[in-house]
Nanobody, 125 residues
C-alpha cells in the first residue's frame, strides 16, 4: 500500500513563495502520475497540478498557471510543487495524490486513488 507524505506547507505573506514536497513509502511513482489538489474551507477540492513520473506530461489548473511549477526529484523520488507569487486565495490544504490516469483524466480527482494527509498553506494579505 503506497503511503504519501506531504511537507513544506506553512505561513507566508502575499507575494511570497513556498515549496511543497510529496514522497511515497511502500511503493513508488513509477508508471504513475502524481498530482496536487487543494481544498479551501467551504470549497470543493480543486486540481492544482499533475505530472507523469515517466514521460513528463504536465498540467496546471488555470488559477495557478504561470505561478506554480511541478517537477520530479529523481534522486529522492519525490514530486515538488514550487509555488510563487502566492495570494490569499491560495490558502488551502494541499494534498498529494497518485494514480494511473489516462491523458484526458490527469486533472480529474477520480483518477487518483492514493492520497496524502495534506499540508496547510496559509497566505496572509
Amino acid at each position: 500500500q503506497v503511503q504519501l507524505t506531504e511537507s513544506g506547507g506553512g505561513f507566508v505573506p502575499a507575494g511570497g513563495s513556498l515549496r511543497l514536497s510529496c514522497a511515497a513509502s511502500g511503493g513508488s511513482f513509477s508508471n504513475s502520475a502524481v498530482a496536487w489538489f487543494r481544498q479551501a474551507p467551504g470549497k470543493e477540492r480543486e486540481f492544482v497540478a499533475a505530472i507523469r513520473w515517466s514521460g513528463g506530461m504536465i498540467r496546471y489548473g488555470d488559477s495557478v498557471k504561470d505561478r506554480y511549477i511541478i517537477s520530479r526529484d529523481y534522486a529522492n523520488h519525490r514530486v515538488i510543487l514550487q509555488m510563487n507569487s502566492l495570494q490569499p486565495e491560495d490558502t488551502a490544504i494541499y494534498y498529494c495524490a497518485t494514480g494511473r490516469p489516462i491523458a484526458s483524466t490527469i486533472m480529474t480527482i477520480g483518477a487518483y486513488y492514493h492520497w496524502g494527509q495534506g499540508t496547510q498553506v496559509t497566505v496572509s494579505s
